[in-house]
């Protein structure tokens, strides 16, 4: 098969693990061993007939998948432009994509005969999603999260905890992702022997941001043949596809079954926080500059210094200083285009939502909603937006609660 002739999940990343001048694999030579391991074992195992019928069982056994495409009706029509559809990532087992890849790495870890899976999260939703695979695979696991996560999202600590897993506290800097992320890495530095990184984004040295996008590409796979079934007559695509972005697990997974549709224009949606300055939002892709940031080289927001800058977002998932190498290679080549929500638009986003559609998202994907609101005014009625709602918003509840109240402030 030709290079023009492959699917564009068999072209990148190349055989050094790069997604053009971004990825590959930056980190201490004494985890080499254990890359090379995961990317061989990878190769070999997830091809096979044995273990596609064991990840299809988890699939729509654990997870519930197929998750439905829902048109927004009320929302559509108030705002009178173009229509407006959702990929129901929030109706997967533990309410969120995450649990996609969850189910992939914790099986890969089973048939490498490690033990232990261990990850970072921010919101918790990664958390949660593999302490849920690695119990229903039979391993331990360990979930590092920020101080300051911990305290704003309880609940899912407390299910970490119920489901088994031990949560381990990251108190550096600014006490976030970013820093439950190095935690993570270091204790897989420690124990790669016995336990499989089940990283929590696109992001990281290769092989972890192949793995992710190809365990999250059933989303974009499922989305594209519910879209073309329901036109029947046409075969026709949605014109826009959009997503939120902090690593890019849910945007790859849905845009890998669109970038070879020049057509389709792919909208990646970052957090603008409460303002464009530096330290007040986590918009990588928008204000970041090459870098490398934990084991890859990508778009990293930095300062003076070339150290990763603070990050501030409303939503805990989307507060990373990074981006992942495909992303960023996808930014570079101009086939994604990108826009920033701020708090507030999210915010407005996630009460229109919850009102109008009787569906309450996490606050990553109500920025995710916002770009989409705002482009659907934009556009003609006879256009199609497709909105990957990565997650339910279960978890926001008090914080929105306590912060805003029980209407959308005025
Ligand atoms: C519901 C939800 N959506 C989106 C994200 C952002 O992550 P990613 O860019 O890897 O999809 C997160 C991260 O925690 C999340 O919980």
């Known amino acids: 098969m ?13 055989s050094n693990g790069y997604f053009g001048q971004f990825g590959g694999n930056h980190y201490p030579v004494e985890l080499r061993p254990a890359l090379e391991e995961l990317a061989e074992s990878y190769e070999q195992l997830h091809s096979r007939q044995e273990f596609q019928h064991a990840l299809t069982r988890a699939r729509i056994g654990l997870q519930g998948r197929p998750t439905p495409i829902h048109y927004l009706e009320n929302i559509s029509k108030e705002i009178g432009g173009a229509q407006i559809f959702v990929k129901r990532e929030d109706l997967n087992h533990t309410g969120a994509h995450k649990i996609n890849h969850c189910v992939g790495f914790a099986l890969l ?25 690695a119990a229903f695979f039979n391993l331990e696991c360990e979930i590092h999260m920020g101080e300051v996560d911990i305290a704003k999202q309880s609940s899912n600590v407390g299910r970490m905890r119920l489901l088994g897993a031990r949560v381990v506290a990251a108190n550096q800097g600014q006490s976030a992702l970013k820093e439950a992320s190095d935690s993570a890495f270091h204790a897989y530095v420690e124990q790669h022997e016995t336990a499989l990184y089940a990283i929590g984004s696109a992001i990281g040295p290769h092989p972890f941001p192949m793995i992710v996008r190809d365990f999250q590409s059933v989303v974009g796979q499922e989305a594209r043949k519910q879209f073309l079934d329901m036109a029947q007559d046409e075969d026709r695509l949605p014109e826009h596809v959009v997503a939120c972005v902090a690593g890019g697990s849910n945007a790859m997974g849905m845009f890998s079954s669109f970038v070879d549709d020049a057509e389709v224009t792919l909208h990646a949606v970052e957090p603008c926080g409460v303002s464009e300055r530096l330290g007040e939002h986590a918009a990588t892709l928008s204000y970041g500059r090459p870098g490398t940031l934990h084991g890859a080289r990508s778009v990293v927001l930095q300062g003076e210094d070339d150290t990763p800058a ?32 701020s708090n507030e638009e999210a915010v407005e986003a996630f009460y229109r939502m919850t009102r109008s559609e009787g569906v309450i998202p996490a606050l990553e994907s109500a920025h995710a909603l916002a770009f989409a ?38």
């Open 109 to 133: 870890a089973k048939e490498m005969g490690k033990k232990k899976v261990i990850a970072e999260t921010g919101a918790g939703q990664h958390g949660v999603a593999l302490a849920t695979a």
């Open 310 to 341: 603070q990050v501030s977002s409303i939503a805990s998932g989307l507060a990373y200083p990074g981006v992942g190498p495909e992303m960023a290679m996808l930014h570079a080549t101009g086939r994604i285009s990108v826009a920033a929500v």
């Open 373 to 410: 609101f705002q482009l659907a005014a934009r556009r003609p009625s006879s256009e199609k937006i497709l909105v990957n709602l990565s997650g339910r918003g279960d978890k926001d509840v008090d914080f929105i609660l306590e912060n805003y109240g029980v209407k959308a402030p005025a």
């Open 2 to 14: 030709s290079t023009v002739e492959k699917h564009y999940l068999q072209r990148y990343p190349d």
